[in-house]
């Protein structure tokens, strides 16, 4: 069965440092999600990526969040600069169409520590 | 605020019950409803999705639908204990979005 995959599983980073985290989505579906989940807290969405651009984004996505799509296969998450409350666990998803129309999966999550 | 609203719980019931999940959202304009199951440290699983009015069945599982009371229902027949889990209700607010709202979740414990 077709599924999300996310890399790395667990990732530890300095306060301040850069992070990117990967993901490679179903292969026939066309939008791409980020979400992420503070320990105990509710599911928060990021970002919504289509057509090689971002479809929407939340509050918490500010510039220092990007999105890329470096190739046909790769979706990746890039904080440029952790900080402590960046601390979550992190969520791609992917949807053939819009979550309007077809259901979201979701990969395992990558489980962002910043020290 | 847009906001999705669940029950935290715990929700007990025992083995071979009827577990009765409830979710409110805030946002008339709501189009799709889905409702996710999450295993504590892993990622949401989709379970059920509806869109229109009413019920709908998949196996164990009737998620029900009342748009005009801006309500969503999942209810589990034949509760198993592998059915204990943090269930998370997921709203897409918007006719353009493409972000789904999650409720905190119902944490359902299923005892043998």
């Known amino acids: 069965e077709p599924e999300v995959t996310q890399t790395p599983s667990h990732q530890v980073t300095q306060m301040g440092q850069e992070v990117i985290l990967r993901c490679v989505p179903i292969s026939n579906h066309l939008y791409f999600y980020w979400y992420r989940q503070i320990l105990g807290q509710k599911v928060e969405f990021l970002v919504s990526f289509y057509n090689n651009e971002i479809s929407e984004k939340s509050e918490i996505f500010d510039d220092q969040f990007s999105v890329e799509r470096p190739d046909g296969s790769n979706f990746t998450l890039k904080i440029r600069s952790t900080k402590l409350e960046d601390s979550a666990m992190y969520f791609c998803?992917?949807?053939?169409?819009?979550?309007?129309?077809?259901?979201?999966?979701f990969g395992q999550g990558t489980r962002l520590t910043v020290v | 605020q847009k906001e999705v609203e669940q029950n935290s719980g715990p929700l007990s019931v025992p083995e071979g019950a009827i577990a009765s999940l409830n979710c409110t959202y805030s946002?008339?304009?709501?189009?799709?409803f889905f409702w996710y199951r999450q295993y504590s440290g892993k990622s949401p699983e989709l379970i059920m999705f509806i869109y229109s009015n009413g019920d709908k069945e998949d196996g164990r599982f009737t998620a029900q639908l009342n748009k005009a009371s801006q309500y969503v229902s999942l209810l589990i027949r034949d509760s198993q204990p592998s059915d204990s889990a943090t269930y998370l209700c997921?709203?897409?607010?918007?006719?353009?979005?493409?972000?789904?709202?999650f409720g905190k979740g119902t944490t359902l414990s299923v005892s043998s």
């Open positions: 998803a992917s949807s053939e169409l819009g979550v309007r129309n077809t259901e979201a999966f």
């Open positions: 946002d008339r304009g709501s189009q799709s």
């Open positions: 997921a709203v897409n607010l918007n006719q353009a979005g493409t972000a789904l709202i």
